[in-house]
């Protein structure tokens, strides 16, 4: 593994790069950095050139201002790829990945070949009614940080994605992530300045249909089928006119079932 820092307007980007082979560029959910897929990373790299890194606001990464954009978040990602490739790559972005990958597919096409879009929390890929609920629910969790802190802000935010943090549904022998200082930072980060930026996101839906990077949509296979990131996957796969793929696990199974995800990334990629 090689650990580098890239300089970008308003920020600098810690990232890692491991493996051989072709490059796959995994963009985390939530609070999560470079280091969080770690298990899932293990099972990829004799496959692929896994790049991971630590979004502006988290962790080694740092930045000049901490009002950001899914567009500002997005430019990072065409920039760290630019720097690690100049070929097109693979992307998986599950969450708020997969909605700022939508971006870079949208806006930088030459550089993805493939995005997997696990759960994008993006609420303007939902119909009118619904998305408004959905940005009310988000604008909800905030206020909740904000009054009563991280325990209860993070319950809802399971809540609304349809997470059972308490499900044993997961492989053995996961590496464990407890709550470290750096952790309730980064959540910290991500519930004040990233969940803004999911509400007020807006893309072009043309722009994500027009795009020629093969786009694929995908949930997880025991994610509620009610819930936003659901939801969102569904309208994803419409505007692609493709069928939602299935992948181990519910919106966190990138973290809960490693080895079968890892399956399925293979299996989407070919």
């Known amino acids: 593994m090689t650990n580098h820092?890239?300089?970008?307007?308003?920020?600098?980007?810690?990232?890692?790069?491991?493996?051989e082979g072709p490059v796959l560029l995994l963009s985390q959910s939530g609070e999560g950095d470079a280091d969080r897929g770690k298990d899932l990373v293990d099972r990829l790299v004799a496959d692929f050139t896994v790049v991971t890194y630590d979004r502006r606001g988290l962790s080694r990464s740092t930045l000049d201002d901490p009002a950001v954009t899914m567009a500002v978040h997005a430019d990072d990602v065409h920039r760290l790829l630019a720097e690690v490739t100049?070929?097109?790559?693979a992307m998986l972005g599950c969450s708020f990945g997969a909605a700022l990958g939508l971006h870079v597919a949208a806006r930088h096409p030459e550089q993805l070949h493939t995005l997997i879009a696990h759960e994008p929390v993006a609420p303007?890929?939902?119909p009118g009614d619904a998305r408004e609920r959905h940005v009310r629910?988000?604008?909800?969790?905030?206020?909740?940080?904000?009054?009563?802190?991280?325990?209860?802000?993070?319950?809802?935010?399971?809540?609304v994605l349809g997470?059972?943090?308490h499900s044993d549904d997961r492989e053995p022998d996961l590496?464990?992530?407890?709550?470290?200082?750096?952790r309730v930072a980064n959540f910290g980060f991500f519930l004040r300045h990233d969940l803004t930026a999911i509400r007020h996101d807006v893309l072009d839906p043309d722009a994500v249909r027009r795009s020629p990077t093969?786009?694929?949509?995908?949930?997880?296979?025991?994610?509620?089928?009610?819930?936003?990131?659901?939801?969102?996957?569904?309208?994803?796969?419409?505007?692609?006119g493709a069928e939602p793929q299935e992948l181990p696990g519910g919106h966190n199974g990138n973290l809960t079932h490693p080895r079968a995800y890892a399956d399925g990334i293979r299996r989407l990629l070919g």
Not at 86 to 89: E, T
């Open 124 to 126: 303007w890929l939902l």
């Open 86 to 89: 100049d070929a097109p790559a």
């Open 175 to 182: 590496t464990a992530f407890p709550m470290t200082p750096q």
């Open 5 to 19: 820092t890239m300089r970008v307007p308003g920020a600098e980007i810690y990232y890692e790069v491991r493996g």
């Open 214 to 240: 093969r786009i694929v949509a995908a949930a997880g296979r025991t994610t509620p089928r009610g819930v936003f990131d659901y939801l969102c996957a569904v309208e994803l796969a419409a505007l692609t």
């Open 137 to 159: 629910e988000l604008a909800e969790v905030q206020e909740v940080f904000e009054r009563e802190g991280l325990a209860p802000a993070i319950k809802l935010v399971a809540e």
């Open 163 to 165: 997470i059972d943090p």
